[in-house]
């Protein structure tokens, strides 16, 4: 071929696709008439392919759109209608990173949920925007005035306590029927105010230092979870410290406030500076935080070389451990998981193009029966919980829910604890209380593994 011809476009290609910054100063960014006529462009060339008619919502919805049109094309159409695609979609990223064959470098350069995304920020930019969803994204400030009245916050929303419950669906729309999460009098920063003390004996004892960032869901509402990475780094030697400086905004990141993500991304890399210059690695507890740091930061500050500096630090716990692993081997001491363990891989895991981390993690452990199910839980966030959406959300997950009690382990657990609420609360709903496995997090059963 001469230099001159065209390179010819790969479909389903093996590599990972490539992904552009997001141009969100650019005013052309917002114009909403730009925007439509690249929605137009996008779900042409979904319609005519199809193949992610079972990843979720927005495409059912595209292909009924359509196919009860009056031409049964994408041209007759009504564009209003194409809200209703941007409602039904959670981000996941699974169309861009495993069915679509035209992702960049295709020359069609499709990426569908960056193109959602861009809608929702001009939406929100033309004063659209869910007053519910916007304070329940307020992760922080949430945690910080439950703190204090845990046990009255967790009394309140706890699904048992029905009147309240209703209350609250008929004021804030949050479905009465979702097991929301509870909230902590003593957080993960609170129990890791003094660092634990690294074992001498473990194998990576003076050759790895870490920051572990807590998330706000892990810091608030799970902090079991950092306290296990904790006592599992220390026991490899690890020197780890807790940071948590502030909520990775993904919550704002899925209403389109760009603006807002860029100012976190900008004073969370910031802050883990100095400690990446003293050698430190940054270890994220949640797949949605560390899928922030490593890939959608640097997309919407391109240019900004200390969340560059921050992204090539993180990890995601799993991938971590399993990284120590490799290059010292592991403490001793791990002892078998009975029941074996069903690891449902997050959606917001697989993005990161890092593989199962958590599955080979748990494969560490010996005499351990570990079985992946890869399917969309369907949460998504805020999606997850409010009376409107969970529906779908159900319908999204049921077949997660479906494979993780086929694998019949004992115990289950996700890189997104929300997913891992939410599949457990389905299998509940199906088969009993005892038919559901116990939940945890990954790391929490590699803990127990040591007897930690």
Not at 83 to 111: G, I
Not at 226 to 239: F, Y
Not at 252 to 265: N, S, Y
Not at 422 to 446: N, R, T
């Amino acid at each position: 071929m001469s230099g001159s011809e065209k390179t010819p476009a790969r479909e389903g290609s093996l590599d990972a696709p490539t992904r552009h910054p997001l141009a969100w100063r650019d005013p052309e960014f917002y114009d909403m008439k730009a925007i439509e006529a690249e929605m137009e462009r996008v779900f042409d060339i979904c319609h005519g392919c199809r193949r992610c008619f079972n990843l979720c919502e927005s495409f059912p919805r595209l292909f009924d759109m359509v196919d009860e049109s009056p031409t049964g094309e994408l041209d007759s159409v009504d564009k209003k209608d194409y809200a209703k695609v941007a409602d039904a979609c959670t981000l996941c990223d699974m169309c861009f990173l495993t069915k679509c064959p035209y992702v960049p470098p295709h020359e069609f350069n499709l990426d569908f949920p960056h193109l959602i995304l861009r809608y929702r920020a001009a939406k929100r930019r033309e004063g659209e925007k869910d007053f519910v969803r916007e304070q329940l994204g307020q992760t922080d400030r949430n945690g910080k005035l439950a703190k204090p009245v845990a046990a009255i916050a967790n009394w309140a929303t706890a699904r048992e306590n029905t009147p309240l419950r209703k209350l609250i669906e008929a004021v804030a729309g949050i479905d009465s029927e979702v097991e929301l999460p509870k909230y902590h009098s003593k957080t993960a920063a609170d129990r890791l105010k003094t660092p634990l003390a690294a074992d001498a004996q473990g194998p990576a004892f003076g050759a790895r230092k870490a920051a572990i960032y807590a998330t706000c869901f892990v810091d608030y509402n799970t902090p079991d979870t950092a306290t296990a990475t904790a006592k599992v780094l220390a026991r490899q030697g690890v020197e780890a410290r807790l940071v948590y400086p502030e909520c990775c905004g993904m919550p704002q990141l899925e209403a389109g406030d760009l603006a807002d993500v860029a100012g976190r991304a900008e004073r969370v890399a910031k802050h883990f500076e100095p400690l990446i210059d003293q050698g430190f690695d940054v270890v994220a507890l949640t797949a949605s935080c560390s899928l922030m740091m490593k890939f959608e930061w640097p997309l919407i500050l391109p240019e900004n070389e200390t969340v560059k500096k921050l992204a090539r630090a993180t990890r995601d716990v799993s991938e971590y451990v399993v990284e120590l692993s490799k290059a010292y081997g592991l403490a001793p001491g791990l002892s078998p998981i009975e029941g074996g363990v069903t690891v449902h891989q997050a959606c917001h895991s697989r993005a990161q193009n890092m593989g199962a981390k958590s599955a080979d993690m748990l494969r560490l452990i010996p005499d351990t029966r570990v079985e992946v199910v890869e399917r969309c839980s369907g949460h998504g966030g805020t999606f997850g919980v409010m009376k409107e959406t969970y529906p779908l959300a159900k319908k999204v997950g049921k077949p997660a829910a479906r494979q993780v009690v086929q694998k019949g382990a004992a115990n289950l657990c996700s890189d997104c604890p929300l997913a891992c609420k939410h599949l457990g609360q389905m299998i509940e709903a199906e088969g009993g209380d005892a038919s559901a496995p116990v939940q945890s997090h990954p790391i929490e059963l590699f803990a127990r593994a040591y007897g930690l």
